[in-house]
């Protein structure tokens, strides 16, 4: 085999992996009426986190799920945009193929980058545990952990990949100032 046909298949090998893994980031669904991330992370906020609009944290909550959607969305674009430069064919090693690369560090997601979850699916996806209605406050830091992860789960996040580890963090990181019970 040739070094460039080495090299090029290293290339689209790298390129598959790459779709592989944006693909993965956050599953599509079928977006609500609303445009942006915001008003169904509210919505979410209140049903599965059970933080509701007035409280402390709820400006928190929902500013921390939308800008784990919105970080997804710009990760998925450049990471498009750099798999776009190796489909082109550009030579490795080229100046062309450095600027294509650098180019696609700047990067932004068009209008549908990541469609949202229908927002009154969200409800129904809450399971019926009689704890879930229970204030964020006042529920052990497990069932704490539980919601962050459904949270970001209704989001769309793959469980599988660090987009959902990250939404699952800053979120609690949003919310661990709120004092949990033991247990």
């Known amino acids: 085999m040739t070094h460039f046909a080495h090299t090029a ?32 992370a509210q919505q979410i906020c209140q049903t ?15 500013s921390s799920l939308a800008a784990s959607v919105d970080s997804a969305s710009r990760d998925r674009a450049v ?12 030579k490795p090693g080229s100046a062309d ?27 129904t996806a809450i399971t019926d545990d009689p704890r879930s209605s229970k ?7 497990d069932a ?11 989001l769309g996040f793959d469980p599988a990949f660090g987009a959902f580890a990250s939404c699952v963090t800053d979120l609690q990181n949003t919310l661990r100032p709120i004092v949990l019970p033991e247990g």
């Open 144 to 154: 704490a952990f539980h919601r962050e992860q459904q949270a970001c789960a209704l």
């Open 79 to 90: 990471a498009q945009a750099r798999n776009d430069c190796f489909v082109q064919g550009l």
């Open 9 to 40: 298949r290293t290339h689209a090998v790298a390129a598959l992996i790459g779709a592989i893994a944006i693909a993965g980031m956050v599953t599509p669904a079928q977006a609500s009426g609303k445009t942006g991330a915001e008003p169904l």
């Open 48 to 62: 599965v986190i059970r933080v509701q609009p007035g409280e402390y944290h709820f400006d928190g909550c929902v």
């Open 97 to 123: 193929l450095g600027l294509c690369l650098l180019r696609a560090g700047d990067a932004t997601p068009g209008p549908s980058a990541i469609e949202l979850p229908d927002a009154t699916r969200v409800t």
């Open 135 to 141: 204030p964020y406050s006042s529920i052990s830091s």
